[in-house]
Structures are given as structure tokens and as C-alpha cells.
């Protein structure tokens, strides 16, 4: 029986799946409970009619059947590999389907993620897959949001490129939930040392210095990387970073220059530059994804920052993409 505090987090697994990134999303979440002597985590294993599931290397894992997945899931990810774009997978759509609607938040490990879009329950979410499927996955859809990120949570919907991956992204998660020092712990555990954010290997403008910065900066920047459509609070970043409030503004002040919640902000805005100039999204869409609850204050914060309206912004960038492909010279 779950204790009150304890996250239910289930894993469907496709028939071939890679065994690496399955456990390595699963093995953290043991870990967790080992290292804090409580249990946090819960794990269950589904597949389309249960039974053993073998994996690519022949490895397997006995599964529940996936009607038996419910709504007290905290999150359901969907593990896949071979060639999930030629796989039918109707009935599992279906499941997936009913799994958003009763917002059970999905994610997908390797070509999970492609299983998701399949299923339409990508709309409006920025997400990642295996670099083997991004091509032919982007094809297929416009509107995909689709991401060259290691992993990336977008509110519910956690999504990750496969290999160890998963081991970032749980690190991710963990941290989140329970904060840096137990997400370090574990990542010690299994000799993980080298822990990578959701933005690599795409880094944002002043990750090259991420090196020298303070244990607890780091960590608090990590968050805010993966919680863009739902921003924390200075003090939620604070405590799951391992600081006090007041320390971790000292050293924002000391390494950025301004305050934590504007480089949060800067994070935010660069996000949404990207979407305007990038996707067909709504700017109301792009607002949401970017954790503003209204169009016009997120117009007004743009403009501030960029001198354009949003509006501007889309059209300078669909200029400059012509005169890319049609010289002006």
C-alpha cells in the first residue's frame, strides 16, 4: 500500500525496447528510496497484455496489463525502441489517450516519445526523442515541438532521448521533488558524476562558464531550465537547491550581475523567442508554454526585454528566413 507521499510512476514497455535506458530511469527511483530510508518512489510496469516483456538484448521485465494503469499514476512513461514510427500501437494510443484526459502527466524514454505524438497527446508541448527518430518524426508533423535536448519537462510531459539519459532526467525529477542534495546522492550511487542539464548538448548563453559556478547556482539554474511553463518561486528553488533565500541571491548577484528571478525570466523569454520564431504556436500558446498566464502580460514583458511586440518578432524572423533562401544582395 502507498503511503500518502509516496509517487506512483509507472513505465509501459514496448516489445524490443533497450534495456539501458529502461533501467536507467528505473534504478534512480530505488536508489532514492535506499538513500533516504523512506519510500518516495513506486514503481510499476505495464505492457499491452502483460506477462514478460524481453527486451532487445533478451532481458525482461513481468508486467501488468495496461487496462490495470489508472489515474493514481503520478506519471506514466511510455519506454520504446526498434522502430516505433513503423509499429502499429492503436490500442496503446487509445490507453494513452484516456491517460491524458484524466491528467495522469505521460512522458516517453527513447522512441516513447513517439508513441506520444502518435497518440496526439503532444499538442502544445515542447518534447524530445532518440536522435535515430527526430528526422522522420519531424517530418511528419510541423507542430511538433520537437527539441535537440537531452530530456525535456514541459508541465507534464517528460520526455528523453534514451541511452543514460534517463539518468538525467531522473536526476532532474528527483531534484525537483526532494531537492539537490538527495538527486546528488543518488547520482553518487551509481558514479554519475558529470550530471548533464536538459539543455545539452545545446547550452544556453552562458553555460560555458557553468563550471565555475557554486554547487547551489547550478542547481538552482537546472530548475529553472526545467520548469519554464511552471515557474518556482525564489524560495521553492532555494530550498530544492540547497540554499537559503538570501545566499542564493548573493550569488546570482556575484556570478550574473542582476538578480535570480531575472535570470529566471531571461531563461523564460529566450524560450519564448524561440517558439515565436520557430513554431506556428499562438502566442497565448507560446505564453503558456513559457509560464505566463495571459497573453498580454506576457506582450508587454516581451516588448520590455526585446523592444518588439511578439507579433513583430515572428514577422522580422520569417523576413530574415527569406532572405536566407532568396538573397537579397
Known amino acids: 500500500m502507498m503511503s500518502r507521499n ?39 510496469l505495464f505492457s499491452q497484455d502483460g506477462g514478460w516483456i524481453a527486451s532487445s538484448c533478451g532481458g525482461a521485465f513481468e508486467t501488468e496489463p495496461l487496462s490495470s494503469a489508472t489515474g493514481d499514476l503520478d506519471i506514466l512513461f511510455v519506454v520504446a525502441g526498434g522502430d516505433p514510427l513503423a509499429k502499429p500501437g492503436s490500442a496503446l494510443f487509445s ?4 491517460l491524458s484526459v484524466r491528467g495522469v502527466p505521460l512522458g516517453g524514454i527513447s522512441g516513447g516519445a513517439v508513441y506520444l505524438a502518435k497518440a496526439g497527446v503532444m499538442e502544445n508541448r515542447r518534447f524530445t526523442v532518440h536522435w535515430e527518430y527526430f528526422e522522420a518524426l519531424q517530418a511528419g508533423n510541423d507542430r511538433f515541438l520537437m527539441e535537440r535536448r537531452l530530456f525535456v519537462i514541459d508541465r507534464d510531459r517528460y520526455t528523453c532521448a534514451g541511452g543514460v539519459a534517463p539518468l538525467d532526467m531522473m536526476h532532474a525529477i528527483i531534484r525537483s521533488d526532494h531537492g539537490a542534495e538527495l538527486a546528488k546522492s543518488v547520482s553518487d550511487w551509481f558514479i554519475h558524476t558529470g550530471i548533464r542539464s536538459a539543455e545539452d548538448p545545446q547550452r544556453l548563453e552562458f553555460a560555458d562558464s557553468r563550471h565555475a559556478f557554486h554547487a547551489s ?66 502566442f497565448m500558446e507560446v505564453a503558456l508554454a513559457t509560464g505566463f498566464s495571459n497573453q498580454s502580460h506576457f506582450g508587454k514583458v516581451f516588448r520590455d526585454h526585446f523592444g518588439m511586440a511578439p507579433r513583430d518578432r515572428r514577422k522580422q524572423a520569417a523576413g530574415e528566413f527569406i532572405s536566407e533562401v532568396i538573397p537579397l544582395n
Do not use: W
Open 95 to 98: 490507453h494513452l489517450r484516456a
Open 6 to 44: 509516496e509517487k506512483a510512476i509507472g513505465f509501459v514497455l514496448v516489445g524490443g525496447y533497450a534495456l539501458m535506458p529502461a533501467t536507467s530511469a528505473i534504478e534512480p527511483l530505488r536508489a532514492a528510496n535506499l538513500l533516504s530510508g523512506r519510500n518516495l518512489y513506486r514503481t510499476r
Open 217 to 282: 547556482v547550478d542547481a538552482a539554474v537546472e530548475l529553472m531550465e526545467t520548469h519554464l511553463a511552471d515557474p518556482l518561486s525564489l524560495e521553492q528553488i532555494a530550498m530544492l537547491s540547497g540554499s537559503g533565500p538570501r545566499q542564493l541571491q548573493r550569488r546570482f548577484d556575484q556570478q550574473f550581475g542582476c538578480p535570480m528571478m531575472q535570470v529566471y525570466m531571461r531563461l523564460r523569454l529566450k524560450k519564448a523567442d524561440e517558439l515565436i520564431r520557430k513554431t506556428r504556436l499562438t
